[in-house]
Structure formats: structure tokens, C-alpha cells
């Protein structure tokens, strides 16, 4: 059985950090690219970084520069370092696993991905 489960959510200031972790089981952890979507208010979950196989990095524009996707494959888990963070980034974060064979290939969009974990409220308050 496929499990993702997120941790590290929780309320801060604008300004202040917060680190979101993401551990898997049930796959080969090494043969994942994995990722982040958030959701805010509204159906639509957005696309916020992802990370390939081999440690590739793509970021949603918004987050640029303020948060940091890892890896470590050695613990099966993935991390997103949000620095610098703002009201707008207040949202529901979903860590999500995408079986590729491709070792450097970041999965950008929704369909891409086959697994989602449960969801972390991350709120940043102004």
C-alpha cells in the first residue's frame, strides 16, 4: 500500500519559515519524482515545486526563491523549505509521487502524478 504522509504544517508570521516533510512507503522511493501542489480557497490545486529523480528542481514563479524542494533518498523523504513566507502562500500542501522512468524529468502537472498524500494547512498570517 502506497502512503505519503506529510508533516510540518502549521501557522506562522508573514516573514517567518516553516519546513513541510513528506515520507513514503509502499514504492521504491528512488524510481519517484516527487513534488508539491497547494490549495488554497477554490477547487484548483496549484503546482508549487517538484523534484526529478535525480535531484532536478522546477519552481511554481511565486515561489521562487523563497522555497527549497529536497530529497533524501536514503530516508524516503521529501522536503519543501518555504522561507520568506507570505499571506498568499496560506493554503492546504500536498506532497505527490509520480512514477517515471525518466531520471531527470520534474512532473509539472496534476495528471502526471499517481499518488497524493492527505494535505498539511500551512495559514501565514499578516
Known amino acids: 500500500q502506497v502512503q505519503l504522509v506529510e508533516s510540518g504544517g502549521g501557522l506562522v508570521q508573514a516573514g517567518g519559515s516553516l519546513r513541510l516533510s513528506c515520507a513514503t512507503s509502499?514504492?521504491?522511493?528512488?524510481?519517484?519524482?516527487m513534488g508539491w501542489f497547494r490549495q488554497a480557497q477554490g477547487p484548483e490545486r496549484e503546482f508549487v515545486a517538484g523534484i526529478s529523480r535525480s535531484g532536478n528542481t522546477y519552481y511554481e514563479d511565486s515561489v521562487k526563491g523563497r522555497f527549497t524542494i529536497s530529497r533524501d533518498n536514503a530516508k524516503n523523504t521529501v522536503y519543501l523549505q518555504m522561507n520568506s513566507l507570505k499571506p498568499e502562500d496560506t493554503a492546504v500542501y500536498y506532497c505527490?509521487?509520480?512514477?517515471?522512468?525518466?531520471?531527470?524529468?520534474?512532473?509539472?502537472?496534476?495528471?502526471?502524478?499517481?499518488?497524493w498524500g492527505q494535505g498539511t494547512q500551512v495559514t501565514v498570517s499578516s
Open positions: 509502499g514504492l521504491p522511493f528512488s524510481r519517484l519524482s
Open positions: 505527490v509521487a509520480g512514477s517515471t522512468i525518466r531520471e531527470g524529468a520534474v512532473l509539472k502537472k496534476h495528471v502526471d502524478y499517481n499518488y
